[in-house]
C-alpha cells in the first residue's frame, strides 16, 4: 500500500500552538516540524513520531472517525443515481412537524448535501427504518376542561354563577365567568348546569380544532373536572335516578355528549379547580397558585 505523501509546507511554531498531554512520551525536543512522513521517519526522532502517530490512530478508532466523503469516481458515480437531497428533506419535513428528537440526525446528514458519500445514505435509510418503527408516534397535547359554581344566596338574588375554563398543552385557550339564567334550588342543579355549558363548550372546541386542522383532530374525550361528585357521578351514569329529576331536561344532554365519548367527567379536590376564581373570591395565598395553573406568568423565565 502506497503510503501518503504530505504536501504541508512548515510554518513557524507559534506560542501556545500545542497542548501536550503526555509531555514526557512524545517530546521530541527543539527538533523543527518535519515537513513530510519521510522527513518524520528519517529523523532522530522518529521512533517518537512513529508512536505519536499510532497514538493518533489509535484515538481515531476509538471514536469512530470515519472519512465518509466520496475519494474517487467510482463513490461519487455512486452516489450520483441516489437522491440524497430528496431523503434528507423528507426526514425534515417529519422532524419540523412532528419528530422533534431527529433534529441532531438532520443537522448533520445536511452538512453534507454537496458531497454525499455512501455512508450518508445508509444512515438515511437506518433513520427512515427507525421513523417507519415508530410511525404511530405523535405529540399529544392534551385538552382539560374545568367546570365549577357557586350556589348565591339572597343578596344575589339566589342566582347562581357558573365558569369553566379549558387548557391545551397546559395554557388556558377558553373560559368564561358568568351568572346561570335562573335561580338554582340546589348545588347539585346549579353544578350540574355549569357542567352543561362546558360540555356545550368542549363540543364546539373539537370542532374547531378539527376544522382549522391544527392537528388530526381530538381521539379521545375531552376530560372535564369537578369537585362534586355526585355531579360527576351522575353526568358518567346513563342511567335516570330521582336525584335530577327537578334538572331542566335541556342540561341531562350532558349524558349523551359521555355516552358519544365526547366529554368524561372526573373528580378533582376543590383546591385543584382552576375554574375556581371564575365564581368566588379567593384567598390572596390561593388565588396566585391558581394564576399559575392557568399558564400564566409574568415572563418567560417565571415559566421555567
Known amino acids: ?71 474517487n469516481k467510482e463513490d461519487e458515480d455512486e452516489m450520483r443515481n441516489k437522491q440524497y437531497a430528496s431523503l434528507v428533506g423528507s426526514i425534515m419535513y417529519a422532524k419540523v412537524c412532528t419528530m422533534p428528537h431527529l433534529a441532531l440526525c438532520i443537522s448533520k446528514m445536511g452538512r453534507f448535501q454537496s458531497n ?30 374545568y367546570a365549577d359554581a357557586n350556589l348565591r344566596k339572597a343578596e344575589d338574588d339566589y342566582i347562581s354563577t357558573s365558569g369553566f375554563l379549558f387548557k391545551i398543552a397546559g395554557a388556558a385557550v377558553a373560559w368564561k365567568s358568568a351568572k346561570q339564567y335562573g335561580v338554582s334550588s340546589s348545588t347539585m ?31 379521545r374525550p375531552i376530560l372535564i373536572y369537578n369537585d362534586n361528585t355526585t355531579i360527576v357521578f351522575h353526568c358518567m351514569n346513563n342511567k335516570m335516578s330521582s336525584g335530577p329529576q327537578h334538572i331542566d331536561k335541556k342540561y341531562l344532554t350532558v349524558k349523551e355528549e359521555v355516552a358519544d365519548k365526547l ?31 392557568m399558564g400564566l406568568f409574568p415572563n418567560f423565565d417565571a415559566a421555567i
Open 189 to 219: 342543579f346549579s353544578e350540574y348546569i355549569a357542567c352543561y355549558e362546558a360540555t356545550s363548550h368542549a363540543v364546539w372546541l373539537r370542532n374547531f380544532i378539527k376544522d382549522i386542522k391544527v392537528g388530526d383532530s381530538i381521539s
Open 1 to 71: 500500500m502506497q503510503l501518503r505523501r504530505s504536501d504541508r509546507t512548515r510554518r513557524s511554531t507559534a506560542i501556545l500552538d500545542y497542548v501536550y498531554l503526555q509531555e514526557a512520551d512524545f517530546d521530541i525536543g527543539d527538533e523543527a516540524d518535519p515537513t513530510s512522513f519521510k522527513e518524520a521517519m528519517e529523523s532522530l526522532n522518529a521512533d517518537k513520531w512513529r508512536k505519536a502517530k499510532l497514538n493518533e490512530l489509535e484515538s481515531m478508532k476509538n471514536n469512530q472517525l470515519k472519512e465518509y466523503c466520496p475519494k
Open 116 to 145: 454525499p458519500g455512501m455512508q450518508h445514505w445508509i444512515a438515511g435509510k437506518k433513520i427512515l427504518r427507525y421513523m417507519h418503527k415508530t410511525k404511530a408516534y405523535m405529540l399529544i397535547c392534551n385538552a382539560r376542561g
Open 263 to 293: 366529554v368524561i367527567f372526573d373528580h378533582i379536590r376543590t383546591q385543584d379547580v382552576i375554574a375556581d376564581p371564575f365564581t368566588k373570591f379567593l384567598p390572596s395565598e390561593a388565588f396566585p397558585r391558581h394564576v399559575e395553573s
